[in-house]
């Protein structure tokens, strides 16, 4: 198969649907992390690994041609600037809203600072995990069609690799791997940033082998600020 179907899927159903099933995808990890309590980093990955087979399984030769409205939010532009720049502002505003001011932010932060905690001070620990999981898995999906959209087409590689910048400007943002400590402006910082790199190591045609080595390098630095935060974190309390 490697073209769209619209006779079967109009494009409009086709976007409700990859929101759908990334948020049926986050409430599914939820479901194993919060009731099963299997750790909720291996069961991302173990999903990650099986919906990429699923995926080229399903289109080994990847789909082309796709209907203008399955990729606009990917492709359109207001003037010359990207819609997706306005979808990614948009994004970053709720999720900034939400953080600092909604309830759900506040048990959200208090979750992953001391769960114990969190549940003696009246906070649903199962309720705010699984709505948690459900965001990321709708996100995700969102900058699928985003990615589909720049690229115009769905291959069985669309998207690969991305993990590795998603950790690196989560943890660059200043984000603890413990949990509880995180802002919004702080990854939106981070990705500006790595966005930039990616950019100019892209303009000076630096071999993609010598990228991963960047990211990598980048990511281990990371990782090691990130600690060295926690445990400044851990003294001062």
């Given at each position: 198969?490697?073209?769209?179907?619209?006779?079967?899927?109009?494009?409009?159903?086709?976007?409700?649907?990859?929101?759908?099933?990334?948020?049926?995808?986050?409430l599914?990890?939820?479901?194993l992390?919060?009731?099963?309590k299997?750790?909720?980093?291996?069961?991302?990955?173990?999903?990650?690994?099986?919906?990429?087979?699923?995926?080229?399984?399903?289109?080994?030769?990847g789909?082309?041609?796709?209907?203008?409205?399955?990729?606009?939010?990917?492709?359109?532009?207001l003037?010359?600037?990207?819609?997706?720049?306005?979808?990614?502002?948009?994004?970053?505003?709720?999720?900034?809203?939400?953080?600092?001011?909604?309830?759900?932010?506040k048990?959200?932060?208090?979750?992953?600072?001391?769960?114990?905690?969190?549940?003696?001070?009246?906070?649903?620990?199962?309720?705010?995990?699984?709505?948690?999981?459900?965001?990321?898995?709708?996100?995700?999906?969102?900058?699928?069609?985003?990615?589909?959209?720049?690229?115009?087409?769905v291959?069985a590689?669309?998207?690969?690799?991305?993990?590795?910048?998603?950790?690196?400007?989560?943890?660059?943002?200043?984000?603890?791997?413990?949990?509880?400590?995180?802002?919004?402006?702080?990854?939106?910082?981070?990705?500006?940033?790595?966005?930039?790199?990616?950019?100019?190591?892209?303009?000076?045609?630096?071999?993609?082998?010598?990228?991963?080595?960047?990211?990598?390098?980048?990511?281990?630095?990371?990782?090691?600020?990130?600690?060295?935060?926690?445990?400044?974190?851990?003294?001062?309390?």
């Amino acid at each position: 198969m490697t073209q769209w179907m619209p006779g079967l899927v109009p494009p409009a159903v086709g976007v409700a649907l990859t929101v759908l099933v990334g948020a049926g995808v986050g409430l599914l990890i939820g479901s194993l992390s919060v009731l099963a309590k299997v750790n909720a980093f291996l069961i991302t990955l173990a999903m990650l690994l099986l919906l990429r087979g699923v995926l080229i399984a399903l289109i080994p030769e990847g789909i082309y041609y796709l209907p203008e409205g399955y990729t606009f939010l990917g492709s359109a532009r207001l003037g010359d600037v990207p819609i997706a720049i306005f979808v990614l502002a948009a994004a970053y505003l709720l999720a900034y809203a939400v953080m600092r001011f909604h309830s759900f932010g506040k048990s959200l932060q208090a979750v992953g600072s001391n769960e114990r905690a969190a549940h003696i001070a009246g906070t649903h620990i199962q309720r705010t995990l699984m709505i948690a999981f459900m965001v990321a898995g709708t996100c995700a999906a969102v900058g699928g069609l985003l990615e589909v959209g720049r690229t115009q087409s769905v291959s069985a590689g669309t998207g690969e690799g991305s993990i590795l910048l998603v950790f690196a400007a989560v943890i660059l943002g200043g984000t603890s791997i413990r949990g509880g400590h995180g802002r919004v402006t702080g990854v939106a910082g981070a990705v500006l940033v790595l966005a930039v790199i990616q950019n100019m190591l892209n303009l000076s045609g630096i071999d993609p082998s010598i990228r991963q080595i960047v990211y990598g390098g980048i990511l281990l630095a990371g990782i090691y600020i990130a600690s060295l935060q926690d445990r400044v974190r851990a003294r001062a309390v």
